[in-house]
């Protein structure tokens, strides 16, 4: 089973609006990534954040990390139709070696 | 630099039949991961190589294995495809063992078994 579950499962947005995606996961972490995937293509890696890391920036990317609520949240801002893509976060686990563990994802939409 | 390789991109086997997919790490790159993404269970561990040994194994079948040559090149089989085994199946490189800086994914190689 999945360790991340992704709020909300789809969003749709006007250019220049944020978009705010959210992730829980379950058990501790060593760190927790942010990946870009457009239209069943490969995953980009956008960002990661370290468990001893509560904010991380990257250009318009936003990214925190509660470890006590075991959840993150990703923030998007002046989005761009070039972000339409699913994004999904994925924890790398302590007791399995760093290997990555994806949540469902979130279908963001950003209409023009 | 050139990014993750894997090939070939698409592919459609027959069930009962076996497949090799092939995936080149990002140069300098040693650990070597792959993934299988289905609509119906999303990204899912398949197994981690790294210096030519297989550290980490996800909850597969063992129609699934893998290797990693020298070269940090990877391949992944599947043997006795059945259906379910339709997928997109993404390899990701890193430089070392662990997460610690993210991984490059390569564009896929999506099967479908008919």
């Known amino acids: 089973s999945q360790q991340g579950e992704e709020d909300p499962q789809a969003l749709s947005i006007q250019e220049g609006e944020n978009a705010t995606m959210n992730c829980s996961y379950k058990t501790s972490i060593n760190n927790l990534q942010w990946y870009r995937q457009n239209s069943g293509r490969g995953l980009v890696h956008l960002i990661l954040?370290?468990?001893?890391?509560r904010e991380k920036h990257s250009g318009r990317l936003r990214v925190t990390l509660d470890t006590s609520k075991k959840s993150s949240s990703l923030l998007i801002t002046a989005s761009r139709a070039a972000d339409t893509a699913s994004y999904f976060c994925?924890?790398?686990?302590?007791?399995?070696?760093?290997?990555?563990?994806f949540g469902a994802g979130t279908i963001l939409r950003v209409k023009s | 630099k050139a990014g993750v390789t894997q090939t070939p991109r698409y592919l459609i086997k027959t069930r009962g039949q076996q497949v090799t997919l092939s995936c080149s790490p990002i140069s300098g790159h040693r650990s070597v991961s792959w993934y299988q993404q289905t609509p119906g269970q999303g990204l899912q561990f398949l197994f981690e190589?790294?210096?030519?040994?297989?550290?980490n194994k996800g909850n597969f079948p063992g129609r699934f294995s893998g290797r990693q040559f020298s070269n940090s090149r990877s391949e992944m089989n599947v043997s006795t495809l059945e259906l379910g085994d339709s997928a997109l199946y993404l390899c990701a490189s890193a430089r070392d063992r662990g997460s610690n800086y993210g991984y490059t994914f390569g564009s896929g190689t999506r099967l479908t078994v008919v």
């Open positions: 954040i370290r468990s001893n890391e």
């Open positions: 190589y790294f210096s030519e040994t297989q550290r």
């Open positions: 994925a924890t790398a686990l302590m007791e399995y070696g760093n290997k990555l563990v």
